[in-house]
C-alpha cells in the first residue's frame, strides 16, 4: 500500500485533492438545493419526466422538445433511477457532476504534462481546481461540468492522436465528440478543426480517410435514434437542437441591438399571441425570422453600429466578466470581478508569449486557439455570454503553466546538470 502511495504523482494529485474538496465543501455547505433558479431546475424536472414518462420535455410537459439536447436530461436520470428523485438522489447528482468537474482538473494536467512538464500541467490544473465559479458550476447540473470535462479530453486525446496514428486514441476523440454532441449542439464543427490541426502535424492522408469512414458511421448510429425521433415529433430533420431562435434573437438586444423596435418580451409575447396553437419549436423559427429583420435592420440603418455590436460590443460582454452567480464562501461579485480579471489577463497575455516563443507547442496551442476564436465568434452571433466561455478558461490557465515552464526550464536545467556534475557517479 505505502509502495503504491508513494508512486502517485503530487503533480497531479495535489490539485485533483484541493479541487475535490472544495467542491464536496460547497455541497456540504450549501446543500443539493444550490440552484440558479433557472435551466438547471429544468434541466432537473426534465429529468425526472424522462425517467417517470420515458419522453424528454423541458419547461412544458405537454410536448416533446428540441429545444435542449438529451444528454444531461439523461445523465440525471440515470443517477436518478438508482438513487431516486428526492433530496438523496439529487445529492448523488451533484457528486456525479463534481467527479465529472475533477475530470477537467485532470485533463488540464495531463495536457500541461504532454506539451510542458508536470510543474505547468499542475499549475494549470491548481487554477482550474480554485477557480470559484467552476467550483460553483460543478455544483448545479447543467451542461458545462460534462462539456468541459470531455471538451478537455477531446484536446488531449487529438493531441495524442496525432502523434500516435492510434486506433485506440482515435476511438476516444470520436467517442468524446459525439458524447459531447448530446450536451451542446455548438461542438458540431470540432472536426474541421481537428483536420486543421491534424494537417499540420502531416498526418497519414490514409489513414485519416479509413478513419474519417468510421467516424461517419458511428455518427450515424449515435445520433440516428435522435434524428428519428426528432423526425416523428415535428416531421422534419432536426440535426441537433431547434432552440437557435431564441438566443438569436437575444443578441441582437446587445450592443447598440436594444435601439431598435420594441422590447424582447413584447416580441416574445406577440408570437405566442399570434401563433397560440405553434409549438416551441415553431416558436424558436418564428424568433429567428425576427432576429433576421432585426439584423437586417440594423445593418441597413447603421452599419457601424451593427459591425460595432457583432464585435467589440459583444467581446467585452463575453470576457469582462466571471460567470458568478451564487456567491461562495464570503466571496463577493465584485471582489471575483476583480479576481478573474486578473487570471484572465495574466492567462491570456502567457498563453500568446509560449505561442510565439515556445516553437515545440505551436501546432497545439494554435489548434486550441482555433476552439477560442470558433466560440468566441460564435457566441457573438448568437448571445454573448461569459457562461459559454467557461469550457475555455482551463486552456487559458495553461497558458500560465506553460509560460511558467518556459521561465524556470533554463533554471531546472542548469539545476539537473549541476547535480549529475556533482554525483559521485559521475565521476567513476
Not at 470576457?319 to 480579471?341: L, T
Not at 457566441?379 to 524556470?408: C, D, E, K, S
Request: glycine share 6%; net charge neutral; hydrophobic share 50%.
Amino acid at each position: 500500500m505505502f509502495t503504491k502511495l508513494k508512486k502517485l504523482n503530487p503533480w497531479l494529485w495535489v490539485p485533483l485533492a484541493i479541487g475535490l474538496i472544495i467542491r464536496l465543501a460547497v455541497l456540504f455547505f450549501y446543500g443539493p438545493g444550490l440552484s440558479l433558479n433557472s435551466d438547471d431546475y429544468f434541466y432537473i424536472d426534465s429529468a425526472k419526466h424522462l425517467l417517470a414518462e420515458g419522453e424528454l420535455v423541458y419547461v412544458n410537459h405537454e410536448e416533446p422538445t428540441v429545444h435542449i439536447m438529451p444528454g444531461l436530461p439523461m445523465l440525471v436520470a440515470a443517477v436518478f433511477f438508482i438513487f431516486g428523485t428526492g433530496t438523496f438522489g439529487l445529492a448523488a447528482a451533484k457528486v456525479v457532476m463534481i467527479l465529472i468537474g475533477c475530470l477537467s482538473i485532470a485533463g488540464i494536467y495531463k495536457i500541461g504534462e504532454r506539451l510542458f512538464s508536470p510543474v505547468a500541467g499542475s499549475i494549470a490544473a491548481l487554477i482550474t481546481a480554485l477557480y470559484l465559479p467552476m467550483v460553483v458550476t460543478d455544483n448545479l447540473i447543467a451542461t458545462e461540468s460534462p462539456t468541459t470535462a470531455a471538451f478537455i479530453f477531446f484536446v488531449y486525446f487529438s493531441m495524442r492522436l496525432a502523434d500516435t496514428h492510434s486506433m485506440k486514441d482515435f476511438f476516444w476523440v470520436i467517442g468524446l465528440y459525439l458524447f459531447m454532441l448530446y450536451f451542446r449542439p455548438t461542438v458540431a464543427l470540432f472536426p474541421f478543426f481537428l483536420l486543421i490541426y491534424l494537417m499540420l502535424k502531416k498526418y497519414s492522408f490514409k489513414l485519416g480517410l479509413k478513419q474519417f469512414g468510421i467516424a461517419v458511421i458511428l455518427l450515424l448510429v449515435v445520433m440516428g435514434p435522435w434524428w428519428f425521433r426528432n423526425y416523428v415529433a415535428y416531421d422534419a430533420f432536426i440535426p441537433l437542437s431547434g432552440g437557435a431562435g431564441n438566443p438569436t434573437l437575444l443578441g441582437t438586444y446587445q450592443g447598440h441591438g436594444y435601439k431598435y423596435g420594441p422590447p424582447m418580451a413584447e416580441v416574445v409575447l406577440s408570437i405566442e399571441e399570434e401563433y397560440p396553437d405553434s409549438t416551441r419549436y415553431e416558436q424558436n423559427q418564428y424568433q429567428m425570422e425576427v432576429a433576421k429583420e432585426r439584423i437586417q435592420t440594423m445593418w441597413e440603418h447603421n452599419p457601424d453600429w451593427f459591425i460595432q455590436t457583432y464585435t467589440t460590443s459583444k467581446l467585452r460582454i463575453q470576457w469582462e466578466d466571471p460567470f458568478y452567480w451564487i456567491e461562495v464562501f464570503g466571496v463577493s461579485i465584485e471582489e471575483m470581478k476583480i479576481i478573474f480579471r486578473v487570471l484572465f489577463w495574466t492567462s491570456l497575455v502567457s498563453f500568446l508569449l509560449v505561442f510565439a516563443f515556445n516553437k515545440g507547442t505551436r501546432r497545439e496551442f494554435f489548434f486550441i486557439s482555433l476552439f477560442i476564436l470558433y466560440f468566441t465568434v460564435m457566441n457573438n452571433l448568437y448571445l454573448a455570454y461569459p457562461r459559454y466561455n467557461q469550457p475555455l478558461l482551463p486552456f487559458l490557465f495553461l497558458g500560465t503553466g506553460g509560460f511558467v515552464h518556459m521561465i524556470v526550464r533554463p533554471w531546472w536545467t542548469r539545476r539537473t546538470r549541476q547535480r549529475y556534475k556533482e554525483s559521485p557517479a559521475s565521476g567513476e
